[in-house]
């Protein structure tokens, strides 16, 4: 049991690392920022408006 806890502690630990990278990457790199958080949030508002548009209609 003990061994079983200390492997998924070190897969736990690698993946924060991994996202952390990920995400330090994102936002030094502009491109990178924009399509990461500009292109999710238009999908998000022509979503949105879709779904206002269809239960009026």
């Known amino acids: 049991m003990d061994a079983l806890l200390t492997a998924v502690t070190s897969v736990f630990t ?29 999908g998000l508002g022509v979503g949105m ?3 206002l548009l269809s239960t009026r209609g």
């Open 14 to 42: 690698s993946a924060i690392g991994w996202v952390a990278t990920v995400g330090t990457t994102i936002t030094s790199t502009p491109v990178l920022l924009l399509f990461a958080v500009g292109v999710p949030l238009c």
């Open 49 to 51: 408006f879709k779904r």
